[in-house]
């Protein structure tokens, strides 16, 4: 009974958090990510009570229908709603609270091949939008919003807003941080443009600066040893050279 229970409830969600769900047979036969939770809730049965590859087979097949993978080590709480759905992967480790929502191409892993926990916790009422990244063995604060392509590798306190990559903290509990606008961030190509421009203006007033120097009168040029030397052998020869021509005249 408390299976059939957990199933109607997240129908019910889907239903209360979709506008395009229609009604609860609609939800039940079209919407994947309800599937790969019914999927979910025997395979973890099996995962607790060590009938791991038994287990592991049905993971496998709510994969192969619904395109969202789940360990069935994760423990994911009651009234979760995963929308669309695919490319949805949740490690092994992973748990998840109460009233979460999961959109596509999101990732629950790890950051390492160690043992024992290396997924994340997520509390209650987290929303992970689609293509976001959560790596590692922390936990993510309750009422927790995580962007679309964000990249979380630490500890989210509760009731913050995180986006980019890496994540950072743009809102907690509806007031602003520090503003992350991903649109006017600058274009390292740009970026790099600018300090070779700046560095080639630079190097041409040093030239023309020595130009200007080596003009006035008094100056003396300065010469490095190396064309010291050269000068000296160019007139060692040059006085060998009109030393034969000297002596041919004399014979």
Not at 4 to 9: A, M, P, Q
Not at 146 to 156: D, H, T
Not at 207 to 213: F, G, M, P, V
């Given at each position: 009974?408390?299976f059939?229970?957990?199933?109607?409830?997240d129908?019910?969600?889907?239903?209360?958090?979709?506008?395009?769900?229609?009604?609860e047979?609609?939800?039940?036969?079209?919407?994947?990510?309800?599937?790969a939770?019914?999927?979910?809730?025997?395979?973890?049965?099996?995962?607790d009570?060590n009938?791991?590859?038994l287990?592991?087979?049905i993971?496998q097949e709510?994969?192969?229908s619904t395109?969202?993978e789940?360990?069935?080590?994760?423990?994911?709480g009651?009234?979760?709603?995963?929308?669309?759905?695919?490319?949805?992967?949740?490690?092994?480790?992973?748990?998840?609270?109460?009233?979460?929502?999961?959109?596509?191409?999101i990732?629950l892993?790890?950051?390492?091949?160690?043992?024992?926990?290396?997924?994340?916790?997520?509390?209650?009422?987290?929303?992970?939008s689609?293509?976001?990244?959560?790596?590692?063995?922390?936990?993510?604060?309750?009422?927790?919003?995580?962007?679309?392509?964000?990249?979380?590798?630490?500890?989210?306190?509760?009731?913050?807003?995180?986006?980019?990559?890496?994540?950072?903290i743009?809102r907690?509990?509806?007031?602003?941080?520090?503003d992350?606008?991903?649109?006017?961030l600058?274009?390292?190509?740009?970026?790099?443009?600018?300090?070779?421009?700046?560095?080639?203006?630079?190097?041409?007033?040093k030239?023309?600066?020595?130009?200007?120097?080596s003009?006035?009168?008094?100056?003396?040029?300065?010469?490095?040893?190396?064309?010291?030397?050269?000068?000296s052998?160019?007139?060692?020869?040059?006085?060998?050279?009109?030393d034969h021509?000297?002596?041919?005249?004399a014979?």
């Open positions: 009974m408390k059939l229970e957990e199933v109607h409830e129908i019910q969600t889907v239903v209360r958090k979709d506008p395009a769900a229609r009604n047979l609609e939800v039940l036969m079209c919407y994947p990510g309800v599937w939770l019914i999927w979910h809730k025997p395979a973890h049965w099996l995962y009570h009938l791991k590859l287990a592991r087979l993971s709510a994969r192969k395109g969202i789940i360990h069935p080590g994760a423990k994911i009651r009234r979760c709603f995963i929308d669309h759905g695919m490319g949805v992967v949740i490690g092994e480790t992973t748990e998840i609270g109460d009233d979460c929502t999961l959109y596509q191409g990732t892993g790890g950051t390492g091949k160690e043992k024992g926990k290396r997924h994340p916790t997520l509390g209650n009422r987290v929303v992970v689609s293509g976001a990244r959560v790596l590692g063995p922390f936990k993510v604060g309750d009422d927790v919003k995580i962007g679309s392509g964000s990249v979380v590798l630490q500890e989210i306190p509760n009731g913050c807003t995180v986006v980019g990559v890496p994540g950072k743009v907690r509990y509806g007031e602003n941080t520090d992350l606008n991903q649109v006017d600058p274009d390292p190509v740009d970026v790099e443009m600018e300090c070779l421009r700046r560095r080639i203006v630079m190097l041409e007033n030239i023309n600066q020595l130009a200007k120097d003009q006035k009168p008094g100056l003396k040029e300065v010469k490095s040893p190396e064309a010291g030397k050269e000068d052998n160019k007139d060692k020869k040059e006085e060998e050279e009109n021509e000297d002596l041919q005249y014979k």
